[in-house]
């Protein structure tokens, strides 16, 4: 895949070494994170949104009600930031200056377009569920036109966005690893509990297993060895 | 703990059954999250980059490099905007429209100061690393006075802001209550995986229990019975 090219405002600078441009890792993060942050500015005032994201091809999408603040602003015309944040781990070094967390972040910028023909919203829709829990769309009641009509969903091209990334070992002062002291990585992951059924299921069914048999992004996307 | 006055900024629109102004559900949520979000605008374009953050009392504190875009913009007098959120579940309804998340999140507007006592720069560090990874500052190296100037903190008074929970089963119209659909909730949690030591450990030292038992914000801060 191509790669990104850095403008003056998506070059990393701080820690440039953590920087990554490839539209390819940029995606694989895009995809692992369940929700996205997103700013935008109202009066000078930045807020930041979390929300529920999905990528399909270049484009990402996010929805919801008309009546909401976010979404009429990422329409307005005026530019937005949308983030995602994958923690992998604490990063615990010798020295205090040097503690860390191992993390990928992805950031794109751009004008967001409201989406207003139906089937690209119906292409949004489940994207957005099969993103969550893969299979559960074919399972479950799909949007009726009201539902439809009454959801907005934005699209952001995908085209001016970076990665960071760190990964690895603490890295001390030379000084330092002479120190008596334990120094590592604890690695966090996001982990799926039981399934807790809904106490007005009136019907006595089993736990499907697109929702039983979860597996969490990390582990979807996953291509290591 | 008292309230916050709930202004036109950070009243919840969407949703506003969902939204909380008690300071202790927001602090709850601030201490509970690893990483936090910052939003600041440079020439109109919205950023948001995650960082690492702790709350003392009724200030939240980040730091990081002088060089750091962020830092600079936040010591600049104008606004930013800093969120966490802490994700519980996945909301899995009869209905496409009504799936959600279950998630709390806090939001916190205002005008950051750059700490320039030392002192009081010291209680961040120690308040950082000790969010992280409680019981860790006394078994390491602890700044330097280099160490100590040539990193930035920024202190955010906690003056203006909102929570917003989501909790519980999902909501689906009543006629689709009547369908043979399994609906719950997905719970879901952070969680630590075996710490991994530094390969140029130098001593073979045990990991210290701080590490090896590490307990998940969700957990340290669960009241619950």
């Not at 701080?14 to 490839?22: G, L, T």
């Not at 990402?60 to 009600?65: K, R, T």
């Not at 023909?117 to 993103?131: C, R």
């Amino acid at each position: 895949m191509a790669e990104f090219e850095s403008t003056p405002r998506t070059k990393v600078k701080r820690a440039p070494q953590r920087a990554v441009y490839e539209r390819e890792t940029l995606y694989g993060i895009l995809d692992e994170a369940l929700i996205c942050h997103i700013g935008f500015s109202v009066d000078e005032q930045p807020y930041v949104i979390p929300t529920i994201h999905v990528r399909v091809d270049d484009v990402l999408y996010v929805h919801g009600s008309p009546a909401s603040r976010m979404l009429r602003r990422m329409a307005s015309g005026a530019p937005v930031c949308v983030t995602v944040t994958l923690l992998d781990g604490l990063v615990l070094a010798r020295s205090a200056f040097h503690h860390s967390m191992n993390y990928r972040s992805a950031v794109v910028l751009g004008v967001p377009r409201k989406v207003t023909e139906v089937k690209e919203k119906g292409v949004a829709f489940k994207a957005i569920v099969e993103h969550l829990t893969p299979g559960r769309w074919d399972e479950i009641r799909q949007p009726n036109p009201e539902e439809i009509r009454k959801t907005d969903v934005l699209a952001l091209q995908i085209e001016e966005g970076s990665a960071k990334v760190r990964a690895g070992a603490p890295v001390d002062d030379d000084v330092d690893y002479e120190l008596e002291l334990w120094a590592g990585v604890l690695p966090l992951n996001v982990v799926a509990g039981a399934a807790v059924p809904d106490p007005a299921l009136r019907h006595n069914l089993p736990v499907p297993e697109t929702v039983s048999g979860w597996i969490d992004p990390q582990r979807r996307f996953d291509l290591s060895p």
